[in-house]
């Protein structure tokens, strides 16, 4: 989805905006509004809206909302929204086993800053175990992403109607190609950040005197487990010698 920088701040200029591509109903027979509507006619509704309103409406469309975040380097403007639009919302984190210490540090940082109800999934134990003895990021990422996050992840979906990610267009191919709303099996997946340029989010990460994660300043653009991270631009050093840009749970 390519979009005016800055629309979101200043969309009275930008308006009317064309409507998006798409067309599946949201699909079950619900008593939730938003449930009745398509994909389209909520991309249509939600796009000229900022993050900030869009989280507030999302609350008002659906009853049973699921929130996950990475605590990766740019969670904290998703994590600063929802304090100010729904601080009593749950926090699902995934944690693979294999994050980094930092990372659970930041967690905890941010856990205390914004009181946050945060919930920890875990993996079944003994199938994370047998992805430690067998190193299976080497061998299977994919296979490694599916045990430790898209599995557990599935468990969490049940009895929810929506889930709201900080995904954002600019951080990589896949993501770039993605609406505000997308129908994803049995879940409607909510991206309210999704066209908010890198300069905007420094900007407004600097502007609420916001605390970055702790291993950005030492060249992690992205950062998710300790095997599959290392240094570099934007999520290059993401799974950085294998074609694998996305764990699965986004695709
Ligand atoms: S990111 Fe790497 S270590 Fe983490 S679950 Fe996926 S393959 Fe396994």
Redo the contacts with the bound molecule.
Sequence with gaps: MTLPKGYWRNRDRYLPFPLLAGGARGGRNNTTFALQMTIDELNEKYLPLTPEQRIAEVYKDFNKVLFTSSFGTSAVFLLHLFNRVKPEETVYFLD?T?HFAETLEYKEKLTRMFDLKVVDVLPEDWKNKF?RDDH??HKD?????S???VEPMERIKKGHEIWVSGLMSYQNAHRSNLNIFEKKKDIIKFYPVLDVSEAELNKYLEVNNLPVHPLKPLGYSSV??????SKGQGREG??SNKS?TE??LHL
């Design positions: 693979t294999y992805t299976t990021w990422p994919d296979f490694c992403c045990i430790n996050k998710g487990c300790v095997h599959c991270t993401r799974w694998k764990c699965g």
